[in-house]
């Protein structure tokens, strides 16, 4: 069997030469390459009579999958969104993913986007710069109320840090979690967290039902000045209207994630608005997280190739 790993997983190259030599050693071939393709067309070549493709965040389109003879797709990310899903039904191609291995990484910014809103990190980084005269009067967690929408692993891992800092913890989830409940956490309606939090943190999936699940009316149920983080995914969120809460001096934020991949274009509302900080979509991106991505990829190809499927999405 022929395995090809066509996007750099941002580990030691002496990592990726190990996996080599075992994969090789096992009778099958393994070729990986240290920067993405450029198109479709470059990722075909690349996957000529491979049947596994390790691919990273990068599309993955039906015209790539019509034109390969793939049986897995081992997605070294969380999310999938990228791959086209429907063309993998089609031509029978089984699609694992690496959940969990940036679990801590995103944690660890959603706070960080959280107390950089709090204390005006880019202002003081103007104030520093340019001389000028900025209100630098800060706030703390402590206190405050935290509403944290979507409490799978990242969710209550947030939950855990928020509460360390002393914060008050409303949820917001399909099922109630007794995890969550026991670090203190009260689950509460989308319109009751909404209206009650100080700060609101996503942690969805993006899927048909979660497009837009943050728009206009929830949006307008925040509270005057409060913040909003997102290290979930863009299209969650009406970024649009956001943008003009943000202007207006309603609400804050804190921004990892876009409608589209960076670099964001130039009109893009959140990339012009106020009262907002923004991040490179770098929350998933530790090197902690990228040897942990690394051991969960390999693990699932080495499970396929033993006759067992793991962290199979479709």
Known sequence: MKISLIDPLMVDNEIIEKHKEKIDGLGHEFQ?????AKDDDEIIERLKD??????????????????TNLKLIDVAFTGFNHVDMAACEENDIIVENASGYSDDSVAELVIGLTIAVMRKFDQNNKNIFEDESFNLLGQIIKGKTVGII????????????????????LAFNRSEKDQVKNLGAKYVSLEELLKNSDIVSIHLPQNDETIGFIGKDQLDLMKD????INCARGPIVDNTYLAKLLNEDKLRAGIDVFDMEPPLDKDYPLRNAKNVLLTN???????E???????????NLYKFLDGKIVNRVN
């Open 150 to 169: 979507g409490t799978g692993k990242i969710g209550t891992r947030v939950v855990e840090i928020f509460k360390a800092f002393g914060a008050n913890i």
């Open 225 to 228: 000045k409060a913040i909003l």
């Open 281 to 287: 979509h770098v929350g998933f991106f530790t090197e």
């Open 289 to 299: 997280a990228m040897k942990i991505r690394c051991e969960i990829v390999f693990d």
């Open 32 to 36: 990986y390459f240290n920067q993405s």
């Open 50 to 67: 491979s049947q596994v493709a390790i691919i990273t965040n990068n599309k993955f389109s039906k015209k790539v999958i019509d034109n």
